[in-house]
């Protein structure tokens, strides 16, 4: 299967704890995405990379949280001192972008998070 | 800011009926609008992908169409079967290159 995959899919941690997630997305995919979603809610945009230019980050990224795409492959996104309301769904997906309106996104299966 | 707001939040039907989902947006400057299924704990799959200058797509049972100037767009779900049971969001592209979602309709198809 050549989707969009992340790792791990789950993950407890105390708070005060850091945690690291790890998105591969589809081979020659320029972007890539990261959402939150949480219980009942739509996800919500937080950044996205082009290549390895991260070029756009949401006012929902505190300075808590960090993503990087160092070769412009896959992508890691970084949460300093979790806090409880940070637990949720945290979505990456990637898109081969031509130009505006025309890419769609292809998401992976989230990794889950719960901060106690 | 883009508001996208999703009506029903829930919808049950029998097997075999036709349904429509409906999607609308405050802002109607978009490059375009996307319908997504979510199974429980699960990530998206795209259905499908209007572009701002078209009225409708269409993929096998589905059809979704747009009216941007009024931001509303409709997803036709026809000859409904329990396997489409999952909840259904749809998002509007932006010129900020993300995805303004809806909170979904949650949809149970009953054998």
């Known amino acids: 299967d050549t989707g969009v995959s992340q790792d791990p899919r789950h993950k407890i941690t105390k708070r005060g704890q850091n945690v690291t997630f790890r998105c591969d997305p589809i081979s020659e995919h320029n972007r890539l995405y990261w959402y939150r979603q949480t219980l009942g809610q739509g996800p919500e945009f937080l950044t996205y990379f082009q290549n390895e230019a991260q070029l756009e980050k949401s006012r ?3 300075d808590r949280f960090s993503a990087e795409r160092p070769k412009g492959s896959f992508s890691t996104l970084e949460i300093q001192r979790t806090e409880q309301g940070d637990s949720a769904m945290y979505l990456c997906a990637s898109s081969h972008f031509r130009g505006a309106g025309t890419d769609t996104q292809y998401f992976g299966p989230g990794t889950r998070l719960t901060v106690l | 800011k883009q508001e996208v707001t ?3 939040a829930a919808l049950s039907v029998p097997e075999g009926e036709n349904l429509v989902l409906n999607c609308s947006f405050t802002d109607s400057a978009i490059y375009n609008l996307q319908w997504f299924r979510q199974d429980p704990g699960k990530g998206l ?3 499908l992908l209007i572009q701002s200058s078209q ?3 269409t993929s096998g049972r589905l059809n979704a169409s747009l009216d941007k100037s009024s931001g509303r ?3 036709y779900i026809a000859a409904s079967q ?6 259904y969001l749809c998002a509007v592209e932006t010129g900020a290159n993300n995805l303004f979602f809806g909170t979904g309709t949650r949809l149970t198809v009953i054998p």
Not at chain 2, 82 to 87: E, L
Request: proline share 10%; no cysteine.
């Open chain 2, 6 to 8: 999703q009506i029903p």
């Open chain 1, 60 to 62: 929902l990224l505190s």
């Open chain 2, 45 to 47: 799959t795209s259905l």
């Open chain 2, 55 to 57: 009225r409708e797509q």
């Open chain 2, 73 to 75: 767009s409709t997803l």
């Open chain 2, 82 to 87: 329990p396997g489409d049971s999952a909840t």
